[in-house]
């Protein structure tokens, strides 16, 4: 199923460390609040690319233990191998959405805080999964039954053929007049 959402209000107003938004049958799309003096926690996702966008706040990004600093409207590609952190080093949250191909949490799956995300045992082992992490005699261990079935979407199909189909709308909120 495709989703549409208003982004930046979504990442502005989420409170929670992490809140996985909506997931594809091979895409996520998440949004994530770190507090001052927070981090995402050093990590590294085998066979999973996530794409961080930066929308508010300041920090620092470590890759292979390289630091480097991010600010407001930076986008960072974590390739996957990669290992990687992100560090809140501002006194306001540091408003995050990332896109990870493939999937990597949960569906719908909120964790207040990162102490919460630690302890979740069951969205780790997902993430491991796909990912990879979780190997047996060096190939990837996925319980039958544990992962949710995602069914095959169609083609979208040519336009032209379907000239009355519904057309997705964009919104653009900058255009929108306030009081009208």
Do not use: C, W
Not at 18 to 44: C, D, F, Y
Not at 160 to 167: N, S
């Amino acid at each position: 199923m495709s989703y549409l959402t208003n982004i930046v209000y979504g990442t502005t107003e989420n409170q929670n460390f992490r809140t996985v938004l909506h997931t594809g049958a091979k895409s996520q799309l998440v949004v994530m609040s770190i507090p001052p003096g927070g981090e995402i926690g050093m990590e590294t996702h085998d066979t999973v690319e996530q794409t961080l966008f930066f929308l508010s706040g300041g920090g620092m990004a470590i890759l292979n233990g390289e630091r480097q600093e991010v600010h407001e409207g930076d986008a960072l590609v974590v390739t996957p191998g990669t290992e990687h952190n992100v560090l809140n080093t501002e006194s306001v949250p540091l408003k995050i959405y990332t896109i990870y191909a493939p999937p990597n949490h949960l569906d719908g799956r909120v964790h207040a805080t990162k102490a919460d995300a630690d302890r979740d045992i069951e969205d780790e082992a997902f993430g491991n999964a796909i990912g990879g992490n979780l190997s047996a005699g060096g190939r990837a261990m996925i319980t039958p039954g544990f992962l949710p079935d995602i069914e095959p979407r169609p083609e979208p199909g040519n336009p032209m053929e379907h000239p009355d189909a519904p057309a997705i709308s964009v919104h653009d909120e900058r255009q929108r007049k306030v009081g009208v």
